[in-house]
């Protein structure tokens, strides 16, 4: 299976969410992270990212007679480059729109079942709105984007952070002019 098809779908890219802080976690633990999606399932969709080396094997011990594994993610992996996406067909553009979509929908509603959810005191944003703009405003606009956030994802897990799930949705409309 190559990166594009690993990687758009929506549980596996849940795990992928779930694994991007840096820590390590169980099968067992994703299983609680992700509580409507079945255990059988999650366990599957692990064993695919392990198999495609997305995600490594950081410890191993005997629980009760098994071998419980913590796994961390490979960031390197999760990359889907210039190459691959100018590869990608229009239908594989569709799935992994839907697969994204799918994905946030999910952690959305993981997130206000969570007992205290305040979407006004978490400053939860989800706005749309249509920007005018040539073909070097879009350059530079990515260009800021991509610096500004490039910074924020470098940050590290550390007291008084806490894991902030940012997706950027950008694509032209059309015109009524």
């Known amino acids: 299976m190559d990166t594009l098809d690993l990687l758009l779908h929506p549980v596996r890219l849940r795990i992928v969410h779930a694994l991007s802080s840096g820590e390590t976690r169980t099968t067992s633990e994703l299983c609680e992270h992700l509580p409507d999606v079945p255990k059988t399932t999650v366990y599957r969709h692990v064993g695919l990212l392990a198999e495609a080396d997305v995600l490594e094997v950081a410890d191993e011990q005997r629980v009760h007679g098994a071998v419980e594994r ?17 590869s990608m067909s229009l ?22 079942d969570t007992e205290g959810a305040d979407p006004l005191a ?11 703009l040539s073909p070097d405003e879009v350059d530079d606009m990515v260009a800021e ?5 490039a910074a924020k994802w470098r940050n590290e897990p550390a007291p008084g952070r806490s894991p902030h799930l940012l997706s950027a949705i950008f694509f032209p409309t059309p015109s009524n002019s």
């Not at 913590?70 to 100018?86: G, V």
């Not at 839907?98 to 946030?104: G, V």
């Not at 952690?107 to 206000?112: D, S, T, V, W």
């Not at 978490?122 to 005018?132: A, I, M, N, P, T």
């Open 70 to 86: 913590h796994y961390r993610l490979r960031r390197d992996r999760t990359k889907i480059d210039d190459e691959a996406t100018a």
């Open 145 to 149: 984007l991509g610096a500004l956030l």
């Open 91 to 112: 239908d594989d553009h569709r799935r992994g729109f839907a697969a994204a979509m799918a994905s946030l929908l999910a952690e959305f509603n993981a997130y206000l």
């Open 122 to 132: 978490d400053k939860v944003g989800y706005r749309q709105g249509v920007v005018w």
